[in-house]
C-alpha cells in the first residue's frame, strides 16, 4: 500500500487499470469453467446412466433364467469403456448376481452390500450410478457403475493452461494500451502540479496552465488559473501600498541620513549640529507620530534594540526594555515577507539583508499581544552604517496595520462571495467594458451559450452572442448611450435572442445594468434560456387549441364539474342540447337538466368517484330530461386533479347511443322474429321429412292390403264351400257316396290337399297382416317422436346424445337412401347432456340435410357422410362430415351470415339460425373445409351442463322488448 501511494499517478492509472482487468477475467474465468464442469458431470451422468440402461436391458434376461455367467459376460463388455472402474449386477432379493474390475485387484473402492436407494452420486473421485433392471414390467434386479473422472482433471488442466495465456496476454494488451491511454488524464494533472510548484519556488503569479480539454480537469485548470488571477491582482494592489510606504519611509530615513552626515561632518559646529539634530528628531518624532508609528534601531553586532520607541508598549504591551528577538519568536504567529523581499522566509531574507543583497527590510507579521489580542504589524528597515560606512544595524518602523488586514480580508470574503454567487447563480452572468469587450463569464453563461471562459473573455459581445441580424440595432444603441447616457432598455426585463457558440439563436429572457467606476462604465448581463419555457408555452397552446377543437365540434357531450357536482364547462354540444331549457350551464348540476330518477343515481356516481378515485367506464344511463324526453347514453367519467395530485371534482363524456339501442330494439325483435321463423321452417323441414317417411310406409302398407286382397280373393276357401254342398246333396246316403261313388271317394283326398293349400295361405296371410301391422306402429313412432319434439321445444331435460343423433338420422333417413348416401356412425362413449332437444335436433336435421344435398350435387358414386360424436373438458362435440362439394375459402368467413346459401332454392337462415341456437344453448357450430370439392365438416359443440343465462334468457327479455337495466360495457 505505501508503495501504491508513494507512486506517481501515472503509475497509479496502469496499476488500476491492471488490477480490474484482472480481477474481471479472473471471475470471468472462474464462471465459465465452473459452467463447464457442471455441464461436463451432468454429461457424464446422461452418458453413464444410457450405458447402465443398456447394460440392464442386456443383463434382464440372465436375471430371469437365473444365469450369472451370461450376467459377467454381459458385464464383460465394459472392458471397452476404459473409464469404468467396476460394474456389479444385483439380484432382486439385493445378493450380487454378477461382478466386473476393470483392475481384479484394485482395492480403492467396494461394491455395496446392497444396491443404494440413490441415483447417482460423485465420492471419492469417482461417479456412482445405480439402477433398476426392469422385465415385462417388474423390477427383476439392479444394476451399480463406477466411474472414474479423469477426463475431468484433464480439462480442469486444459482450462487452467489456456485461462493463464489469456491472462498474461490480456494483461500484456491491457499494460500497453494503459501506457498508450493514461498520458489523457496524468498530463494535464502533472502540468496542473508542476505550475503549482513555480509558483510556489517562484512566487511567480503569472504562470498559467494551458487548458486543453473541455472536461473535469480543464474546470480545475480554469479555477487554478482563476485563483492566480485574483493573488495577482491582490499583490499588485499590496505591492502599489507598500511601495507608497517605503516611498514616505525612504524620504524620512534620507532626512535623517542627511543631518546625521551633517552632525559628522560639522565636528566643530556640535553645539549647532546638536541642535539641528534634536530638531530634525524632532521632526522625526512628530512625523513618526503622525504617521501612528514605532521607531526603532537595531544592531546586528549584539543582536539587541539600540532604541524603540515607548509607544511600543502600546502597540505590543510590553515595555520597551522587554522588546527582544526572543520575546518576538514567542508572539509573532505569521511573518509575510513583502517588497523586494516578497516569497523569501523570515531567515533567508534576513540572511540578504546583512550580506547586503537586500537594502530594506519589509514584513508583515500576526502577534498575540500581552493581553491576548492578536495583531499585525508592519515591520519596515534600512540599512544603518557607523562612521567608516560599515554596516552595523537597521532603522525601522512598526506600524499597526490589523485594521487593514481586516480590510483585506474583508475584500476578499466579499469578494470571494460575490464570485461564488455569480459563478453558481442560474441565469447567465457577462460583464462587459464601455466598448462592450466581455470581462465577465460565469458557469452558466458557459452552459447556455457554450463558450468557456477562457474563449470568450477579451472578445466583443456584438461579435459573439449578439445575433446577426441584432448587431448593427446594438451598435447604433451603444453609441446612442455613450454621446447621450441614455438606453430604453437598461434595467428592464425584456425578452430577445442569443446565439451560441455552435451559431444556434436561442430564445432569451435579459436584464442589463450599467455601473459607473469613475470614467468608465461597466455593463452586467443577466440572461436566461426561456427555449423551454417557450416550448411549454407553445405545447400548451397546442394542447388548449386542441381542448378547444374537442369542445367546440365533438359531436359527444364532454364536461367538466366541481367536487359538488356543478358545470364548470361543458363542450358546445351539451350546451345546444340544453339551450332552450338552460341557457347557461356553468354552475348548474344534473338536477336542473334531468329528472330524479337519472340525476341522482348520476350524482351518487361522481361523489363515489371523488372519494374513491375509481373512475366510471362506459356505462349506459337511460336519460329522462325534464321535459320527459327520454335517451340513453354511453358514460365514462373520470375523477378531475389539481397540480397537486388532489381530486376536485370530476369531468367525463356521454356519447349518445339512443339511436343504438333503437336498432339494438328492432334487431333484437328481428332476431326472435329470426329464431321464431327458423324453428317453424325446421319444423316444417322435421314435417316434411317425417310426411315423406309415413309416405313410405303408407306404401308399405298399401301393398300389403293389395297383396291380402289379392289372396283373399283367390283362395281355396270357395272348394270348402262347394265340398259341403255336395255333401249336403248326398245327405241321406252319405256313407255309400263317400265309399261307392268315385267322387266321394275322392273326398278324403281333396280334403287333405285343401287343408294343406289353406294352411299355406293362413301362413302367407299372418306374414302379410304382420308387416302391415309394423308399419302402422312405425307410423305411430314416427308421429309420436315428432309430437314429442314439438312439444319439447324451449324445455331443458337430459338426452342421451347417440340416441337424438339416431332420431336425426331417422328423420332424414327416406331422402338418405334415396341418394344413395352411406352413413358412417363414430360414436364413443358419451355422457347425458342437459339441453334444449329441440333446437339440438333442428341443428342436426339441418346439418344432416345440408351433408346429404352437398354429397348429391358431387356426382360422386361414393357418397359418404360420417356422424362422430367425442365428449371432453364438460362438452360434448357432434361433427358432421360429408365428401360432398366442399366450401371454397373466400365463403368460410361468411357460411353463417343470414341470407347467405350457395344453393339455387335456399333460403338462407338455416345456418345462421343454427350458429345462433347453438350460442343460446352455451355452445358454438363452425365449419371447416380444406376447398371446393373436399368435402365439409360442421362441428357442432354443447355444454354437459348449461350455464343459468342459458336457461332464462326468455324470462329475461320479453319478445319485442330491449333489456332497460343499465349496463356497464367491458
Known amino acids: 500500500m505505501n508503495f501504491f501511494r508513494r507512486a506517481s499517478i501515472k503509475r497509479k492509472q496502469v496499476l488500476i487499470s491492471m488490477t480490474i482487468t484482472g480481477v474481471a477475467l479472473l471471475l470471468a474465468c472462474a464462471g465459465f469453467t465452473s459452467y463447464e464442469v457442471l455441464t461436463f458431470r451432468s454429461a457424464m451422468v446422461r452418458k453413464l446412466s444410457l450405458l447402465a440402461e443398456i447394460i440392464g436391458d442386456n443383463t434382464a434376461s440372465a436375471l430371469d433364467f437365473g444365469d450369472s455367467k451370461a450376467a459377467a459376460e454381459t458385464l464383460a463388455a465394459l472392458k471397452a469403456e476404459t473409464h469404468i472402474v467396476g460394474a456389479r449386477v444385483y439380484a432382486a432379493d439385493g445378493r450380487a448376481f454378477a461382478t466386473y474390475r476393470r483392475a481384479p485387484n484394485d482395492a480403492t473402492f467396494v461394491f455395496?452390500?446392497?444396491?443404494?436407494?440413490?441415483?447417482?452420486?460423485?465420492?471419492?473421485?469417482?461417479?456412482?450410478?445405480?439402477?433398476?433392471?426392469?422385465?415385462?414390467?417388474?423390477?427383476?434386479?439392479?444394476?451399480?457403475?463406477?466411474?472414474?473422472?479423469?477426463?475431468?482433471?484433464?480439462?480442469?488442466?486444459?482450462?487452467?493452461?489456456?485461462?493463464t495465456a489469456v491472462l498474461l496476454l490480456t494483461l500484456v494488451v491491457a499494460l500497453g494500451l494503459s501506457e498508450r491511454l493514461q498520458h489523457f488524464i496524468s498530463e494535464p494533472i502533472l502540468r496542473l502540479a508542476t505550475a503549482a510548484k513555480a509558483v510556489g519556488q517562484t512566487e511567480d503569479y503569472s504562470i498559467r496552465v494551458e487548458k486543453r480539454n473541455p472536461d473535469e480537469i480543464g474546470v480545475l485548470i480554469d479555477g487554478f488559473n482563476e485563483m492566480l488571477n485574483q493573488i495577482q491582482e491582490r499583490e499588485a494592489q499590496l505591492q502599489k501600498a507598500r511601495e507608497v510606504l517605503e516611498v514616505r519611509v525612504t524620504e524620512r530615513t534620507m532626512e535623517l541620513a542627511e543631518a546625521i552626515a551633517a552632525l559628522q561632518k560639522e565636528n566643530l559646529e556640535r553645539k549647532q549640529a546638536e541642535a539641528a539634530v534634536r530638531r530634525t528628531e524632532e521632526l522625526y518624532r512628530r512625523t513618526i507620530s503622525g504617521a501612528d508609528a514605532v521607531p526603532y534601531a537595531y544592531d546586528y553586532r549584539t543582536k539587541s534594540y539600540v532604541f524603540i520607541d515607548e509607544r511600543i508598549e502600546e502597540l505590543l504591551g510590553y515595555t520597551a526594555k522587554e522588546i527582544t528577538p526572543a520575546l518576538w519568536n514567542q508572539i509573532v504567529e505569521e511573518s509575510i515577507m513583502v517588497g523586494d523581499s516578497a516569497?523569501?522566509?523570515?531567515?533567508?531574507?534576513?540572511?540578504?539583508?546583512?550580506?547586503?543583497?537586500?537594502?530594506?527590510?519589509?514584513?508583515?507579521?500576526?502577534?498575540?499581544?500581552?493581553?491576548?489580542?492578536?495583531?499585525?504589524?508592519?515591520?519596515?528597515?534600512?540599512?544603518?552604517?557607523?562612521?567608516?560606512?560599515?554596516?552595523?544595524?537597521?532603522?525601522?518602523?512598526?506600524?499597526?496595520?490589523?485594521?487593514?488586514?481586516?480590510?483585506?480580508?474583508?475584500?476578499?470574503?466579499?469578494?470571494?462571495?460575490?464570485?461564488?454567487?455569480?459563478?453558481?447563480?442560474?441565469?447567465?452572468?457577462?460583464?462587459?467594458?464601455?466598448?462592450?469587450?466581455?470581462?465577465?463569464?460565469?458557469?452558466?453563461?458557459?452552459?447556455?451559450?457554450?463558450?468557456?471562459?477562457?474563449?470568450?473573455?477579451?472578445?466583443?459581445?456584438?461579435?459573439?452572442?449578439?445575433?446577426?441580424?441584432?448587431?448593427?440595432?446594438?451598435?447604433?444603441?451603444?453609441?446612442?448611450?455613450?454621446?447621450?447616457?441614455?438606453?430604453?432598455?437598461?434595467?428592464?426585463?425584456?425578452?430577445?435572442?442569443?446565439?451560441?457558440?455552435?451559431?444556434?439563436?436561442?430564445?432569451?429572457?435579459?436584464?442589463?445594468?450599467?455601473?459607473?467606476?469613475?470614467?468608465?462604465?461597466?455593463?452586467?448581463?443577466?440572461?436566461?434560456?426561456?427555449?423551454?419555457?417557450?416550448?411549454?408555452?407553445?405545447?400548451?397552446?397546442?394542447?388548449?387549441?386542441?381542448?378547444?377543437?374537442l369542445m367546440e365540434h365533438s359531436v359527444d357531450c364532454i364536461y367538466f364539474k366541481d367536487r359538488e357536482s356543478r358545470f364548470l364547462r361543458s363542450s358546445r354540444s351539451l350546451r345546444e342540447r340544453f339551450a332552450h331549457g338552460v341557457p347557461e350551464l356553468i354552475g348548474k348540476t344534473d338536477f336542473d337538466l334531468f329528472g330524479e330518477e337519472h340525476a341522482r343515481p348520476a350524482f351518487e356516481n361522481e361523489q363515489e368517484i371523488i372519494r374513491t378515485g375509481r373512475p366510471l367506464i362506459n356505462k349506459i344511463e337511460k336519460e329522462v330530461a325534464r321535459d320527459g324526453h327520454e335517451s340513453w347514453a354511453l358514460?365514462?367519467?373520470?375523477?378531475?386533479?389539481?397540480?397537486?395530485?388532489?381530486?376536485?371534482?370530476?369531468?367525463?363524456?356521454?356519447?349518445?347511443?339512443?339511436?343504438?339501442?333503437?336498432?339494438e330494439a328492432e334487431l333484437e325483435h328481428t332476431h326472435k322474429e329470426l329464431v321464431v321463423a327458423s324453428r317453424l321452417a325446421g319444423m316444417a323441414e322435421v314435417a316434411t321429412n317425417v310426411l315423406h317417411n309415413v309416405g313410405n310406409v303408407l306404401n308399405s302398407i298399401n301393398v300389403a292390403v293389395t297383396l291380402v286382397d289379392e289372396r283373399v280373393r283367390k283362395s281355396r276357401v270357395a272348394d270348402v264351400r262347394r265340398l259341403a254342398r255336395l255333401l249336403d246333396e248326398h245327405a241321406e246316403d252319405r256313407a255309400a257316396f263317400l265309399t261307392s261313388d268315385p267322387r266321394g271317394q275322392s273326398v278324403p283326398d281333396f280334403i287333405g290337399r285343401l287343408a294343406e293349400k289353406l294352411d299355406s295361405e293362413q301362413v302367407e296371410m299372418i306374414e302379410e297382416l304382420s308387416s302391415l301391422r309394423r308399419n302402422v306402429e312405425h307410423v305411430k313412432e314416427i308421429i309420436a317422436m315428432q309430437q314429442s319434439y314439438a312439444r319439447a321445444a324451449g324445455v331443458f331435460e337430459n338426452i342421451e346424445v347417440s340416441a337424438l343423433l339416431e332420431d336425426a338420422l331417422r328423420m332424414n333417413a327416406g331422402s338418405l337412401e334415396r341418394h344413395k348416401v352411406k352413413v358412417v356412425r363414430d360414436f364413443s362413449e358419451l355422457p347425458q347432456i342437459c339441453t334444449d332437444k329441440h333446437k339440438v335436433l333442428q341443428i342436426l336435421v339441418n346439418l344432416v340435410r345440408n351433408a346429404k344435398y352437398a354429397c348429391d350435387k358431387s356426382g360422386q358414386t361414393d357418397k359418404q357422410m360420417t356422424l362422430r360424436a367425442t365428449s371432453g373438458e364438460g362438452r360434448v362435440r357432434i361433427a358432421v362430415i360429408d365428401n360432398g362439394v366442399g366450401i371454397p375459402r373466400e365463403n368460410l368467413s361468411r357460411i353463417f351470415n343470414h341470407g347467405f346459401t350457395t344453393r339455387k332454392n335456399g333460403h338462407g337462415f338455416g345456418l345462421h339460425s343454427g350458429a345462433l341456437a347453438a350460442r343460446e344453448l352455451g355452445g358454438s357450430l363452425s365449419a371447416y373445409s380444406q376447398g371446393k370439392g373436399l368435402g365439409a365438416k360442421f362441428t357442432l359443440e354443447l355444454p354437459c351442463q348449461p350455464a343459468a343465462s342459458s336457461q332464462t334468457l326468455a324470462a329475461q327479455d320479453p319478445p319485442g322488448e330491449p333489456v332497460s337495466t343499465p349496463q356497464t360495457l367491458p
Open 112 to 163: 455395496p452390500a446392497v444396491p443404494p436407494s440413490w441415483d447417482h452420486a460423485f465420492r471419492n473421485s469417482n461417479l456412482m450410478i445405480s439402477r433398476r433392471i426392469v422385465s415385462k414390467g417388474d423390477a427383476v434386479g439392479s444394476l451399480y457403475l463406477i466411474s472414474d473422472v479423469r477426463e475431468l482433471y484433464s480439462r480442469l488442466g486444459q482450462y487452467a493452461v489456456i485461462i
Open 343 to 549: 516569497g523569501l522566509d523570515k531567515q533567508e531574507a534576513a540572511r540578504r539583508v546583512i550580506s547586503g543583497q537586500l537594502r530594506n527590510w519589509r514584513c508583515d507579521m500576526r502577534v498575540v499581544t500581552r493581553s491576548g489580542a492578536t495583531r499585525w504589524i508592519s515591520d519596515a528597515s534600512v540599512h544603518n552604517f557607523d562612521e567608516a560606512g560599515q554596516f552595523i544595524g537597521s532603522l525601522g518602523i512598526l506600524q499597526d496595520i490589523t485594521e487593514r488586514k481586516q480590510a483585506e480580508e474583508t475584500l476578499r470574503s466579499q469578494e470571494e462571495r460575490t464570485r461564488l454567487i455569480i459563478d453558481q447563480a442560474f441565469d447567465a452572468v457577462v460583464m462587459a467594458d464601455q466598448d462592450f469587450r466581455i470581462i465577465g463569464w460565469n458557469r452558466s453563461a458557459e452552459r447556455t451559450l457554450g463558450w468557456a471562459a477562457s474563449e470568450i473573455l477579451g472578445a466583443s459581445m456584438l461579435e459573439t452572442i449578439v445575433p446577426p441580424a441584432r448587431r448593427q440595432k446594438r451598435r447604433e444603441d451603444l453609441q446612442r448611450f455613450q454621446a447621450t447616457g441614455e438606453w430604453a432598455d437598461f434595467n428592464r426585463l425584456v425578452q430577445s435572442t442569443a446565439m451560441r457558440h455552435d451559431g444556434r439563436e436561442l430564445p432569451v429572457e435579459l436584464t442589463i445594468t450599467p455601473v459607473r467606476v469613475g470614467d468608465h462604465c461597466i455593463f452586467t448581463l443577466f440572461l436566461r434560456d426561456i427555449t423551454e419555457r417557450r416550448q411549454a408555452e407553445a405545447a400548451l397552446a397546442y394542447e388548449r387549441h386542441l381542448l378547444e377543437t
Open 635 to 663: 358514460t365514462t367519467k373520470m375523477p378531475l386533479l389539481n397540480q397537486a395530485g388532489e381530486i376536485v371534482g370530476t369531468f367525463g363524456i356521454s356519447k349518445d347511443i339512443t339511436a343504438i339501442k333503437q336498432a
